[in-house]
Every structure is written in C-alpha cells, then in structure tokens.
C-alpha cells in the first residue's frame, strides 16, 4: 500500500513566494525568447522585427485574460491541463490540447538547449561542423535533470538566482547597445522584400513564442503563496518586464547590424550584435547571459513540464507506463520529459523547433479561449468580448505563421499535422479502452473509501 502512495504526485503548497513565481515565469519567457527569435523573426519580416514582438505582446496580453480568470477560480499545480479539463470535461479535447500544451513546452526546452550551444560556441569561434550544438544542448538537459531530481526548493533558489543575472544582463547589453549604437534607428529601406501582412504575422506568432512562458506560472498553480491573487499578478509583472526588455534588445540589435547581419546570425544574433558595439568582451558577457539564460529557462521548464505530465497522469488522461522504475509519477514524468527534449534537441534545427512550438501552443491557445467562451464565462466571471479577441489575433498569427512556411518549409507542416493526427487518434482510443475505465473505476473507488 506504502508503495502504491509513493507513486502519487508530491505538491509543496505555498512553496512558490510572488517574487519566486514572476523569475520562474520571466526565466522561461526571457530564455527562449530573446536569443534565438530575434535573427528569426528579422529573417521573416525585415526591419519591422521589433514592432513585430510589441504585436506579440498585444496578442498574449489578450490571451492571459482567460489564463488569469480561470487561475484566480480553480488555482492548480496541473494549470493548463486542469483548465481544459474544468472546458471540456474528460473528453478528446482536453486530453488532445493538454498534451499540445506538453509538447510545445517539450519544444520550448530544446530550443533554450540548441541556443545555448549556438551562443556557447561563440566563444571558440562558431560552430562550422554543426556538431557541438546539438552536444551542448544535451548535456545542458541532463545537467537541469538532476538538479531537478534535487528538488523544488532548489530549483526556486537557482532560478531566481539565474533570473536575477539574466534580466540585469540583458538589461545592460540593451542599454549599452542602444547607447553606443551611431543611430537609434531602424532601417526601413529593407522594409518591402519582406514585409508583407502575412511575413509580419508569421514572425508575430514567432514573437508569441518568446512570451509564452507565461503558462509555466499558472501550471505552478496551487503550488504559489495566496494563488488566487499572486497567480495573475506574476502573469502580469512577468509579460510586462519581458515587453520592456524585449524592445530594448530588438533597437539595440536593429541598431548595431544590419538586416542582412542579423539574418546571416540569426541562431546568435545577439552576440554578433554584441561585437561591433563592445568588441570581443562584448560578446563574451551576451554569451554568459545566454548560457545563464538557457540554463536557467530550461530548469524552470523541466520542472513544469513534469508537473503537468504528472497531473494528465494523475486525471487518467494520458497512459503511463513505469517502465519498471521506482519512485513517484512526477519522476517518471521528468524523465519522459528530458528523454524527448534530449531528441528534439539531437534531430532538429532551431527554427524547425520552433515553428512546431508555435503551431502547437496556438491550437491549444484557441481551444482554451473557446472553453472559456462556451463552458466557463459564467464561472470565471469574464468578459465574452476578450476571449473572442484572442481567437481572432490568435488564428490570424496562426494563419500568417502558416502561409509563410508553406512557401519556404512545408515538410515542418507535415511533422505538426501529422503529430497532431496521432496525438487524436492515440487518445481517442486510450479513452475509450477498457483499461482507462478500468483505472477510472478504481479511483473513484479508492477516493470514495477515503
């Protein structure tokens, strides 16, 4: 009986402080985002990159409406999961979109992987053979794996500290770039061969990736001091700290390269930026804030991506095997969770990674707008007319997002189209087998003997 208890998930409540909870949701945020996304979302719409994260932060700004009302009602450590669950029930929906919500967060820790072994590189002169990013990147996955195991009171530390590093480095190289730069300006000559409506939505649902973040806190639920109030405030610190720095850092990039630059060096755009305005110790510093930054994102990540994992698990949504290892689901979980990203991380290049992250995180993103519209106004208390602004902003980044890489990558449209028919078609029959029911039946037994 001890044995079957230990194989439940462990929540510390109220061990995530207000401060702790806005450097775990900035530390995602900030480590994805800034890095790698700029040189890409400078590839797809040209000089017009920086207007194209402050469309992004328009967009989230709607999105975290739904995310705020439904937290502040039903606070929980399985965010999303639980949110779909309170929409859809226990139906194909809530399990199809909880685990686009998984994945994408899976994607989201093998991008911070593959860009701090981009930047790491930097420091011995690039990386020509295209071999020691993908290295780097695994070793940093195992490395947050066991601080991980270490426990949560420990990543809280970590985090924070990092988080702490990271936002007064980034700080500076923005204010130093712009400082030194010989103009605050941004060269629209180059506007035209790339900025067309659908380009600049392509990069905007590129920019909603470095925001997305967001949703680590409320997957951090009832794990945060008073929920019902700090849960939406640290959503709101959290986006509002990442608009300042994102703007900084996209005039301060804008301003130090030129468009064709910053696209050649789009995977470190940041420490090319770094190089004409600071020289070698200039690239040297980006590359530390980086390396802080991917390390410390991913940590934050790992932690919880396994927490909601656990939680799918635990609501009989997804089929969970123990593989023969001892311990807690939550451990299981992480170790699904590092397995994957450590795959991604070795087969997949940055962007392809991230076209998925975002193709993924906007279905589930509308799905959850739409719960909220149909099944939860009245219990959330929200307003009909935001989630019905978040749809449209939402399906208009998609569709742009996806017109432009049906003319430069379709084979990425495939993989997402094809996972997301597998993930439909694997859940609709794990919910409907005899052995889901079967484990249904038992713990609504179990919880009906207690």
Same mark, same amino acid.
Do not use: P
């Given at each position: 009986m001890e044995e079957k208890d230990d194989r439940s998930t462990h929540y510390d409540e109220g061990s995530l402080s207000l401060s702790g909870t806005v450097m775990l949701g900035t530390g995602v945020m900030i480590g994805a985002g800034i890095f790698a996304l700029t040189g890409q979302m400078a590839e797809m719409t040209g000089a017009l990159f920086p207007l194209a994260f402050l469309a992004?932060? /328009? /967009?989230v700004g709607f999105s975290a409406y739904s995310y705020i009302k439904i937290s502040n009602a039903y606070p929980s450590a399985g965010g999303i999961g639980m949110y779909l669950h309170k929409a859809y029930g226990d139906r194909l929906p809530t399990a199809f979109n909880a685990l686009l919500m998984y994945f994408s967060m899976v994607i989201a820790q093998s991008f911070l992987a593959r860009t701090f072994g981009s930047y790491t590189m930097q420091l011995f002169g690039g990386d020509p053979s295209g071999q020691m990013t993908p290295i780097?990147? =695994?070793?940093? +996955?195992l490395?947050? &794996? $066991?601080?991980?195991?270490?426990?949560?009171?420990? $990543?809280?530390?970590?985090?924070? &500290? /990092?988080g702490l590093l990271k936002i007064g480095g980034i700080l500076i190289f923005g204010l130093v770039g712009i400082w030194l730069a010989d103009s605050l300006a941004v060269d629209f000559d180059h506007v035209s061969e790339t900025g067309s409506a659908s380009n600049f939505l392509g990069a905007t649902a590129l920019g909603i990736l470095a925001f997305k973040g967001f949703t680590t806190i409320t997957n951090s639920g009832s794990e945060v001091i008073d929920p019902h109030r700090?849960?939406?405030r640290? /959503? =709101? +610190?959290s986006i509002a700290a990442c608009v300042v720095i994102y703007t900084l850092v996209g005039f301060a990039v804008a301003s130090n390269l030129s468009l064709r630059e910053i696209i050649q060096t789009r995977d470190y755009s940041l420490a090319a930026a770094a190089r004409p305005a600071l020289g070698e110790y200039g690239v040297w510093f980006t590359v530390a804030i980086a390396m802080l930054a991917t390390a410390g994102g991913i940590l934050a990540s790992i932690f919880a991506v396994s927490r909601m994992l656990a939680m799918l698990t635990e609501m009989k949504l997804v089929p969970h095997s123990h593989f023969g290892m001892p311990g807690s689901i939550q %451990?299981?979980?992480?170790?699904?969770? =590092?397995?994957?990203?450590?795959?991604?991380?070795? &087969? &997949? !290049?940055l962007s392809r990674i991230a076209a998925l992250g975002i193709i993924f995180y906007l279905v589930m993103d509308i799905a959850i707008h739409w719960g909220v519209l149909r099944y939860l106004? !009245? !219990?959330? %208390?929200a307003k009909s007319w935001v989630p019905v602004t978040a749809i449209i902003l939402d399906s208009l980044a998609l569709s742009g997002f996806v017109w432009v890489k049906l003319n430069s990558d379709p084979f990425v449209l495939g993989v997402a189209v094809v996972t997301m028919m597998l993930i439909a078609i694997g859940e609709q029959l794990f919910l409907g087998s005899e052995k889901r029911k079967q484990a249904v039946s038992q713990s609504q037994a179990h919880e009906h003997h207690h």
């Open positions: 992004a932060a /328009i /967009i780097l990147g =695994v070793s940093l +996955i490395a947050a &794996f $066991i601080v991980n195991l270490l426990g949560n009171r420990l $990543i809280q530390g970590v985090a924070g &500290f /990092i700090n849960v939406g640290a /959503i =709101v +610190i %451990k299981h979980t992480l170790v699904y969770t =590092v397995v994957l990203g450590l795959v991604l991380t070795a &087969f &997949f !290049d106004l !009245d !219990d959330v %208390k």
